[in-house]
């Protein structure tokens, strides 16, 4: 029992003149609106997928979205390539799979793991 929830964080690199030679930037990110935009909170972006964990279509949907993201073991999926929007920069995009359900303690969310 439970949902099923799906969000995006990203890492920008700018390679600039720096004495490090470059700055970095981290956030989440709401797909729809824009892959650049980097929002502090969680709670700023929409999910990238919400489904309850009973739900038929769930490995289907969970398929989609992580194509071309690597598994690191905990729920969170690496891209497997870097984006550039603009001269010097990348981008790096995650995947983050949340278990949100009902425990003794009231709404628990976890990192959830599937095996697709």
């Known amino acids: 029992m439970g949902r099923i929830t799906a969000w995006m964080t990203a890492s920008q690199t700018v390679f600039n003149d720096t004495e490090e030679g470059y700055t970095e930037e981290h956030g989440w990110i709401d797909p729809p609106w824009s892959r650049t935009q980097l929002h502090d909170s969680r709670n700023d972006v929409r999910p990238l997928l919400d489904l309850w964990i009973e739900d038929d279509d ?27 929007f603009r001269p010097n ?8 799979l949340k278990h949100k359900f009902f425990g003794p303690d009231g709404w628990v969310e976890a990192p959830y793991h599937p095996s697709l």
Request: glycine content about 12%.
């Open 58 to 84: 769930l490995t289907e949907e969970l398929r989609d979205i992580l194509i071309g993201f690597n598994d690191n073991g905990d729920g969170s999926y690496y891209g497997n390539e870097t984006e550039s």
């Open 89 to 96: 920069e990348s981008w790096h995009y995650a995947i983050h």
